[in-house]
């Protein structure tokens, strides 16, 4: 067998036949990964334009260099010599489809310099690159095995051809979306089992399936054995049909059976296939499954997919049905998966459209044959006792313009979808039961509250309420709360002086020049953490209730937290009073899908009671009151979460511009060691942004916007972040817009931990010039003149441990603002006063409750810049990428997730299709790299040549040897 397949292989390049075969395959797919699929346009690190082309390309290219196996074979008359050859037949036909296999691998080991380049042009995941090869050798495998056999049957090659691309082709064809999108969506599944382009697509995904590798390998299997049989026929043909010509047929029967049926026997097997994905983005985390293994009682996620839908959803079902049966196996009972057509099912579209608010969505497109509107169901329902979520196709897929009448459409990211919805109805249920039931530690509740004789008459009553409340806890909890309370000024002063040494805690007063002090303050313990409980607003019962059990929640895993927003203020517009949180739309939207999410002005001088973070977007003009609200949110162990720097855009005058911006929060950063310089980065690795540009056609000037690279939207690749930090994770692009540098003193933090989050390049530097129009005419590099000096500049930091209050030793804004507020009441006019004092009633005093010190567990993160997060930014980068730009989002998603230590879904996210982008300065030298790899399968070809021609040396040197003819 062996020699026959050498013997063949070295026929292909004996004549011209492998060089035309190889010539002809580079070049098309060279041509198809470049021009027709558009590799630089895409801007996507992956190989998949290489692949995407293959199981066409394969059907002919398999046919011609099978077509003269055989066929050439029966003409030239030298087939019944091999029949009468004590060669096997199986041997013979294992032989030649070995020798075309080779061929079909020195193809591809030829095509090895693109997904080589691609590497060095952007983070490529190699498991897909694997998964293509595989696919692309199992695929051609099985088109051989089916033009060897038609070849066998024929003695005219060109009609071994063109019978080899039919049948090829009706293979292809019965997967394919084109006869797909007639069927309803069983029978789709039906024929995409049979088709082997939609096998290869699922293989080419890097999910490796024992269902499709074995599927190819039935066809090589059924072909391959009716061509031994019809060489074995061939032998006895004419001859009077015997026993062993039936048994001939019976057994070569027998075994296209059990090759098919074997299809059939793995197809209900869903864990026979292994994820070569970076990160395993098709697989079950184990973030899910401890998800998961929370379910108390039965949920029930059920899909509403219509039977016809768009044509470019119709190939997403498939996967959402095997991922969903993951889900149910990895739920081990726990969790029951339905997949209904609500069309065919009345009763259940009435409860879906009234109880679910799930309707159909028309759909709209056209096909060669028709235009048409269809009404389509592509919905996913997920409850969990009285709680539900409901997916459309908005929050599971992803569109990417290939061009402008070319969308590529495809999952998002399934499993994190999926997941937080489960996470989302879960924490809902188990919000509205008992507190405990997920504390699975003690908890020590200490209070530091001093004797009632000191105490104002409205903590008096609240001391009660804390008492009523404590008890009941206590009751709940089943033995995991403790109750502790102690006097500090009980002991001499000592146990006084060890809550301002560690915890920074001071004594409160009433007023601002009350000389009575007392103490009132709140702790929980348990499992190495601390959380200070605030003092509701109101000092009612009710509010510190919601307290105490917002600081329980932060020990449990089973509740959805609160983040506290704070955006800039309404701005006044010709059109009235404009919200400024509206820029910021989609931040809002994503931290809601997971978050409990409430919106503060900060300028009562408190963070709301519940909330278990502060980000700041954008502040703006902060006074001493909300400064307050923020500093001592992080002096109780919260994190504050900070996007601004000294620079805002503005187009107000039509034209963009920079202008300084004051958040009001420069001074209070730079009391803990970060201050910003008043400069912005520039950066030569960048992002591109739209500009107009004039040009001149016909004497007549034409303005157009062009995207050019621009130094401001500072491009950070994974080299410039923190990879060992969750709070990135996933993430190995980030752009952003307009930033400026921070500085890190370190004599300020000793004891703290620093991270630097994300940085610029090498080459980047700074300007404090405010003009940020590109001038390429002067600057035709980057538009803007390149800095002096050059080096990385850090644009986002963590900086945890202990920080020391901004208004130590300072009095308090709250009680400061009650004494201005007292005064100006005094200076009222007389009648106006005797007027109030008849409605007045006596106001709630203001508590002076200072606390000096942090817990160690306090965290700022700071970004260097205000607008990376705004809709307007996101909505410039979606143009350029042609897809949805989630990547700032999602940064601020992790930053949350890993601050509350919620961080069983950083796993999942960030495994976007369309993450993988290119190096920005690809685009400056993408001629040289496409040029570089039409030279190199020229060099490869021209290799293979150099080799075939030194082997001919040597076998003529053989022979001269032989007939002593060599000199």
Known sequence: MLRIARKEFAGFFSSPIAFIFLGAFLAVTLFVFFWVEKFFSRNIADVRPLFEWMPLLLIFLGAAITMRMWSEERRAGTLEFLLTTPAKNYQLVLGKFLACLSLV???????????????????????????????????????????????????????????????????????????????????????????????????????????????????????????????????????????????????????????????????????????????????????????????????????????????????????????????????????????????????????????????????????????????????????????????????????????????????????????????????????????????????????????????????????????????????????????????????????????????????????????????????????????????????????????????????????????????????????????????????????????????????????????????????????????????????????????????????SQGTLAIRQHQSGLDEWLGHHGIEFKPQLVLDPQNAAFPIPVDREIGGFVVRETQMVNYPYFVDIRSHGMAQENGITAGLNQMTLTWPSPINVDQEKNPARQIIRLLESSDEAWTSDNLNIQPDYNTHAQYGFPIGEEQGKQLLSVLVEGRFDSFFKDKPSPLTAAEEETDADIDDMATGETEQNEQEETEPEPTISRLIDRSPESSRIILFASNTFLADDILNLATTGLGTRYLNPVELIENAVDWSLEDRDLLEIRGRAQFSRTLNPQVHETQVFWEYLNYGLALLGLLLIWLIRWQINKQTRLRYAVILGTAE
Not at 277 to 285: A, E, F, H, L, V
């Open 105 to 651: 691998i020195v193809a591809l080991l030829l095509t090895l310099p693109l997904p080589l380049t691609v590497s060095v042009l952007g983070p490529l995941d190699w498991g897909p690159v694997f998964g293509g090869y595989i696919a692309t050798l199992f695929l051609a495998a099985a088109y051989v095995a089916i033009g060897l056999f038609i070849s066998a049957r024929s003695v005219n090659q060109i009609i071994s051809l063109i019978l080899t691309v039919g049948v090829c082709g009706i293979f292809y064809l019965l997967g394919s979306d084109a006869l797909t999108s007639l069927f309803g969506n069983r029978t789709s599944e039906f024929l995409k089992l049979l088709g082997s382009g939609s096998r290869f697509d699922s293989i080419t995904r890097g999910v490796i399936d024992l269902r499709d590798l074995y599927y190819y390998l039935s066809l090589v299997g059924v072909f391959l054995t009716l061509n031994v049989y019809i060489l074995e026929w061939l032998r006895w043909a004419g001859n009077t049909r015997n026993a062993n010509h039936r048994l001939w047929g019976m057994v070569t029967g027998l075994l296209v059976i059990n090759f098919l049926a074997a299809n059939l026997w793995l197809a209900p097997m869903n864990n026979v296939r292994t994820d070569v994905t970076q990160g395993n983005i098709y697989s079950i985390s184990n973030a899910t499954r401890n998800h998961l293994a929370q379910l108390r009682e039965p949920m029930l996620i059920r899909g509403y997919f219509s039977a016809q839908t768009h044509p470019l959803l119709a190939p997403l079902v498939p996967r959402l049905r095997d991922l969903l049966e993951e889900y149910a196996v990895a739920g081990e009972g726990r969790l029951r998966v339905e997949f209904i057509d609500p069309l065919a099912h009345p009763e259940l579209e009435q409860e879906a459209n009234e109880k679910y608010a799930i309707r159909p969505v028309p759909f709209q497109f056209a096909s060669k044959y028709q235009s048409s509107v269809v009404n389509s169901y592509f919905n996913i329902l997920i409850q969990y006792g009285d709680q539900y979520e409901v997916l459309d196709f908005t929050d599971l897929i992803d569109v990417k313009a290939q061009s402008e009448t070319s969308l590529d459409v495809d999952l998002r990211n399934p499993e994190y979808d999926l997941t937080q919805a489960i996470k989302k109805v879960l924490y809902a249920y188990q919000g509205a039961g008992d507190l405990f039931e997920n504390i699975f530690h003690p908890v020590n509740f200490k209070g530091y509250i001093s004797s009632n004789d000191k105490l104002p008459d409205v903590l008096k009553s609240l001391r009660k309420d804390l008492d009523a409340i404590l008890s009941e806890l206590a009751e709940r909890s089943g033995g995991k709360l403790s109750i502790e309370n102690r006097d500090p000024d009980a002991d001499g002063g000592a146990l006084a002086e060890q809550l301002e040494a560690e915890f920074g805690f001071r004594p409160m007063a009433a007023g601002l020049f009350d000389a009575n002090t007392f103490w009132f303050y709140l702790t929980l313990e348990g499992g190495e953490r601390l959380i200070q409980v605030p003092l509701p607003e109101e000092f009612d019962k009710a509010g510190l209730e919601r307290s105490i059990q917002a600081a329980l929640k932060r020990f449990s895993k089973g509740f959805l937290k609160t983040i506290a927003l704070h955006t800039p203020a309404p701005t006044m517009t010709q059109f009235g009073m404009a919200p400024s949180d509206e820029r910021f739309n989609w931040l809002r939207d994503a931290l809601t899908e997971e978050h409990n999410l409430t919106t503060t002005d900060l300028i009562n001088g408190q963070v709301p009671d519940d909330a278990d973070l502060l980000l700041l977007v954008s502040p703006e003009n902060l006074v001493a009151k909300q400064l307050f609200a923020v500093d001592q949110f992080l002096m109780r162990g919260g994190t504050v979460v900070i996007a601004t720097s000294p620079f805002e855009t503005d187009s």
